[in-house]
């Protein structure tokens, strides 16, 4: 995904795919299952990874693949996103970045191939190049190991005790193949790859304008004191909510906005951030937006089946504007909640 200072955003869609797809060397946009990381080595622990309103690990949202042209250190950039989806909770949010140069010690200097892989099977992948180990229900780093079998790893007690009960109770002395009998545990979100396409700034006008002839044309009659009257009382917040309604008409599936420095499309006149209200990034720099993550991906994430409640209206990401230099660690940066019930 290229990296703007200024223009048409990037929408992203997602579309389903082989896994193989979705694994970290092939440098994937996607939605849900486990985090394809970046940097196999400095991996966010279970602390940074856990919900800031209730203490609970937290599950994989979606990452995007996004390098900087002309920053050698940039040259594979990931931004990986973080939901609370724990009842009665489901309001903890975190974002991470992580870059490396082309040059690194977990990647070819080539570009990956386009090919499947010779093997087959779909076993989950639970050790990193680093030999870090991940945790078997979310994919996220996994320090915590079964005193039992000292081969199956977890972020937290958890995500044990959820492991255990769903199958790793029985599979405990199968310590050969533990990577092929982990359960369905119910907390990953659905998979699908994200894939990206240039906004057309040009039709969303045309159809602002035939939108606004329309109601002239059936308001015809209307006396000049009534339209009058009836702009007065448009407020700001409907302005807005009819702005996102017309931006987003002609790619309703639209779950991503991508666009590094250029505004927000929010989707309420309430709750939107000033300049005061994004905090710096630790190395003095000012953050800026780089995506947001629209409702419509609300759509696929199938939450509701534990009865959850994951629930917002826009998801607004703004990281380090230098975009500092990490090593090979994984930085927080900052998320802004505009939910739906802001919205006229």
Request: glycine content about 6%; aromatic content about 8%; some cysteine.
């Amino acid at each position: 995904m290229a990296s703007p200072s200024a223009g048409p955003a990037e929408l992203g869609f997602v579309e389903a795919v082989p896994s193989w797809r979705l694994r970290s060397e092939q440098f994937p946009s996607k939605v849900g299952g486990r985090p394809a990381w970046l940097s196999a080595a400095g991996l966010p622990g279970p602390p940074e990874l856990a919900c800031p309103l209730c203490g609970r690990p937290m599950a994989f949202l979606l990452q995007v693949y996004a390098p900087l042209p002309g920053r050698a250190d940039a040259f594979h950039r990931c931004l990986f996103l973080f939901c609370c989806r724990t009842p009665p909770c489901c309001c903890g949010l975190r974002v991470f970045r992580n870059q490396l140069p082309r040059r690194n010690d977990f990647y070819s200097y080539e570009p990956p191939s386009e090919d499947p892989p010779s093997e087959t099977g779909e076993s989950v992948h639970l050790q990193l190049k680093s030999g870090a180990h991940l945790c078997r229900v979310c994919g996220c780093s996994g320090p915590k190991r079964c005193s039992r079998c000292h081969k199956a790893h977890y972020c937290s007690k958890e995500h044990q005790s959820l492991d255990w009960r769903l199958g790793h109770k029985q599979a405990c002395a199968q310590t050969d193949n533990l990577d092929s009998t982990v359960p369905d545990h119910n907390f990953l979100f659905p998979e699908f790859e994200i894939v990206i396409e240039t906004e057309d700034e040009i039709i969303p006008e045309v159809v602002e304008r035939d939108d606004e002839s329309e109601i002239i044309g059936t308001m015809g009659e209307a006396h000049e004191e009534e339209l009058e009257s009836m702009a007065k009382h448009e407020s700001r917040e409907d302005r807005i909510f009819q702005k996102f309604k017309t931006k987003t008409s002609l790619e309703p599936e639209q779950i991503l906005r991508y666009g590094r420095g250029i505004a927000p499309l929010w989707i309420s006149g309430e709750n939107i951030p000033q300049e005061k209200d994004i905090p710096d990034c630790p190395c003095g720099a000012k953050r800026l937006f780089e995506f947001q993550v629209m409702p419509q991906l609300l759509n696929y994430l199938k939450a509701d089946r534990l009865g959850r409640s994951v629930d917002w209206g826009v998801l607004a990401i703004f990281t380090c504007a230098e975009s500092c230099k990490l090593g090979i660690g994984y930085t927080e940066e900052f998320v802004w909640k505009q939910d739906i019930t802001d919205a006229a």
